[in-house]
């Protein structure tokens, strides 16, 4: 599987954004994705993930309310709508997809294939 990451850019603090990351590959059933984000000089960190089915969701505290992820499993991709962005929101975005085996959303050593990275940056 490969995955590419789109829809990053520059936004004013307040407005809005959604990536896209595009699955490749051997898609079948392509399991549990994830958003991550680094800004510089930080670790990288967990910001949204999705089960297969959509049927189990999760956001770090710091995006709760403004931040939504979905897939579409038809076309092999996952979106995250982020909504009130805010310039700590400021960071390369990757989504992920959780290797097989492995449980918990959060933790980046759960996720085994990434994608290049998106920069999102949020002007004050």
């Known amino acids: 599987v490969q995955l590419q990451a789109s829809g990053g850019g520059l936004v004013q603090a307040g407005g809005s954004l959604r990536l896209s990351c595009a699955a490749s590959g051997r898609t079948f059933n392509f399991g549990v994705m994830g958003w991550f984000r680094q800004a510089p000089g930080s670790e990288r960190e967990f910001v949204a993930g999705i089960s297969w089915g959509g049927d189990n969701i999760y956001y770090a505290d710091s995006v709760k309310g403004r931040f939504t992820i979905s897939r579409d499993n038809a076309k092999n991709a996952v979106y995250l709508q982020m909504n009130s962005l805010k310039p700590e929101d400021t960071a390369v975005y990757y989504c992920?997809?959780?290797?097989?085996?492995?449980?918990?959303?959060?933790?980046?050593?759960?996720?085994?294939?990434w994608g290049q990275g998106t920069q999102v940056t949020v002007s004050s």
């Open positions: 992920a997809r959780r290797s097989y085996g492995s449980s918990g959303y959060t933790s980046t050593k759960n996720y085994g294939v």
